[in-house]
């Protein structure tokens, strides 16, 4: 059976074809600068790597037709009736949405119903959702939100202690999000711990980073919120901040809400304060050099990402196992030992050596007693395995 997996962006559409249940991949690409005239398209398969490039590209309807001719013409696949389902992914689900779902037009309204949430997310994931429906209209479609692992949290972690009409009228609440990823890592982490009640935080550090308690395979708190904006500094969100600068900006530099809500999203974070780069392994070469604000970058992720753990470990009653992963808790090793060393006073201990492997590893030291592991995600996956179960019901 043969999956797509997709990850629609305002102006990007990432996707993998699977083979299940053996989850295997088959290709992988994805197409930037959609509705520019030097779009690009990436496609690897069996090894190799296609591109195309100053495309034009003008909207998601075209870059969906553009995936499968690219299938069909490299041999990939013979025709699309090998296709047996597309997982999409959808970053906000609200309270709408407990679980995935399988897309019709009343699930693709409530999406909608949910973009003031996700400005940014959920809009473009509906139009690569209608695109692909248009194109594959005889096969299940199924929405997979990056909020669904966190509706376990429990009241007092997920709402906020402001006038609580808010949240009744608006949705005003934590919903965190990545929740397909810290699911895929903390299933695999459970099962090695191979205990019941087990305790687990996992670190997705990437671009966009959150950090999870996950306890007995739920999540029962999350480091972002109502929106991704909340949380640790990541490469250009600042993560928690004072709300009053919002006031201050405007009396200051005459910004506007949309102005400073900008910065904080786009312009802050690794970038904001290296003035350098939104990018982990720019920043970390720059530390290296002896640059400073760059290494302020990195100290300042570390010291919050720590923060989120203290508290995680209190939440939790103890920790068995610390999971790293995304872009740059995979392979920055710096980082790592930037939030580990911190955490030495809870007997987090690393083995810097083993720090230095590359891909799935044990990090931790053989005294530490708390488990380290490194533990690649995999969002697609997750996707395409939610395809296939909500294709049996």
């Given at each position: 059976?043969?999956?797509?997996?997709?990850?629609?962006?305002?102006?990007?559409?990432?996707?993998?074809?699977?083979?299940?249940?053996?989850?295997?991949?088959?290709?992988?690409?994805?197409?930037?600068?959609?509705?520019?005239?030097?779009?690009?398209?990436?496609?690897?398969?069996?090894?190799?790597?296609?591109?195309?490039?100053?495309?034009?590209?003008?909207?998601?309807?075209?870059?969906?037709?553009?995936?499968?001719?690219?299938?069909?013409?490299?041999?990939?696949?013979?025709?699309?009736?090998?296709?047996?389902?597309?997982?999409?992914?959808?970053?906000?689900?609200?309270?709408?949405?407990?679980?995935?779902?399988?897309?019709?037009?009343?699930?693709?309204?409530?999406?909608?119903?949910?973009?003031?949430?996700?400005?940014?997310?959920?809009?473009?994931?509906?139009?690569?959702?209608?695109?692909?429906?248009?194109?594959?209209p005889n096969v299940i479609q199924v929405a997979v939100f990056d909020t669904v692992f966190h509706q376990t949290m429990p009241q007092e972690n997920f709402l906020y202690a402001t006038p609580y009409e808010w949240y009744e009228k608006y949705g005003?609440?934590?919903?965190?999000?990545?929740?397909?990823?810290?699911?895929?890592?903390?299933?695999?982490?459970?099962?090695?711990?191979?205990?019941?009640?087990?305790k687990i935080i996992v670190c997705h550090i990437g671009n966009g980073a959150s950090i999870s308690a996950i306890r007995a395979g739920k999540s029962i708190d999350t480091s972002m919120g109502l929106t991704p904006l909340e949380g640790i500094p990541?490469?250009?969100?600042?993560?928690?901040?004072?709300?009053?600068?919002?006031?201050?900006?405007?009396?200051?530099?005459?910004?506007?809400?949309?102005?400073?809500?900008?910065?904080?999203?786009?312009?802050?974070?690794?970038?904001?304060?290296?003035?350098?780069?939104?990018?982990?392994?720019?920043?970390?070469?720059?530390?290296?050099?002896?640059?400073?604000?760059?290494?302020?970058?990195?100290?300042?992720?570390?010291?919050?990402?720590?923060?989120?753990?203290?508290?995680?470990?209190?939440?939790?009653?103890?920790?068995?196992?610390?999971?790293?992963?995304?872009?740059?808790?995979?392979?920055?090793?710096?980082?790592?030992?930037?939030?580990?060393?911190?955490?030495?006073?809870?007997?987090?201990?690393?083995?810097?050596?083993?720090?230095?492997?590359?891909?799935?590893?044990?990090?931790?030291?053989?005294?530490?007693?708390?488990?380290?592991?490194?533990?690649?995600?995999?969002?697609?996956?997750?996707?395409?395995?939610?395809?296939?179960?909500l294709g049996k019901k």
């Amino acid at each position: 059976m043969k999956i797509m997996s997709v990850n629609a962006g305002s102006s990007s559409l990432k996707f993998q074809l699977l083979l299940m249940p053996e989850e295997k991949e088959i290709a992988s690409g994805i197409v930037e600068r959609i509705g520019n005239k030097n779009a690009e398209f990436t496609l690897k398969f069996n090894g190799t790597k296609k591109q195309q490039k100053d495309l034009v590209i003008l909207d998601h309807s075209v870059a969906v037709d553009l995936v499968i001719n690219g299938l069909l013409e490299n041999g990939i696949i013979s025709s699309l009736e090998e296709i047996n389902g597309v997982g999409h992914r959808v970053v906000q689900g609200g309270e709408l949405f407990k679980d995935s779902a399988v897309i019709d037009d009343e699930v693709v309204l409530k999406i909608a119903s949910l973009n003031d949430l996700a400005p940014l997310h959920n809009p473009a994931h509906i139009i690569g959702i209608n695109a692909f429906r248009k194109a594959l209209p005889n096969v299940i479609q199924v929405a997979v939100f990056d909020t669904v692992f966190h509706q376990t949290m429990p009241q007092e972690n997920f709402l906020y202690a402001t006038p609580y009409e808010w949240y009744e009228k608006y949705g005003v609440r934590k919903y965190g999000a990545h929740g397909t990823s810290h699911q895929y890592v903390s299933q695999i982490a459970h099962n090695r711990l191979g205990k019941e009640d087990s305790k687990i935080i996992v670190c997705h550090i990437g671009n966009g980073a959150s950090i999870s308690a996950i306890r007995a395979g739920k999540s029962i708190d999350t480091s972002m919120g109502l929106t991704p904006l909340e949380g640790i500094p990541m490469g250009t969100r600042s993560g928690n901040i004072d709300p009053a600068v919002f006031l201050l900006m405007s009396q200051k530099e005459g910004y506007s809400l949309e102005k400073t809500l900008n910065e904080l999203n786009r312009a802050s974070g690794y970038l904001g304060v290296s003035g350098l780069s939104h990018d982990s392994r720019d920043i970390v070469d720059a530390a290296h050099a002896g640059n400073h604000r760059a290494q302020l970058a990195i100290d300042i992720q570390a010291k919050r990402i720590a923060d989120y753990i203290g508290s995680y470990y209190v939440l939790l009653e103890g920790l068995d196992a610390l999971c790293f992963t995304a872009g740059i808790g995979e392979n920055a090793k710096e980082v790592r030992e930037a939030v580990c060393k911190r955490l030495e006073v809870l007997g987090i201990k690393l083995d810097l050596e083993k720090n230095n492997s590359r891909g799935e590893a044990e990090i931790s030291s053989d005294d530490s007693k708390v488990k380290v592991w490194v533990i690649p995600t995999n969002e697609e996956v997750m996707i395409a395995r939610d395809v296939i179960r909500l294709g049996k019901k």
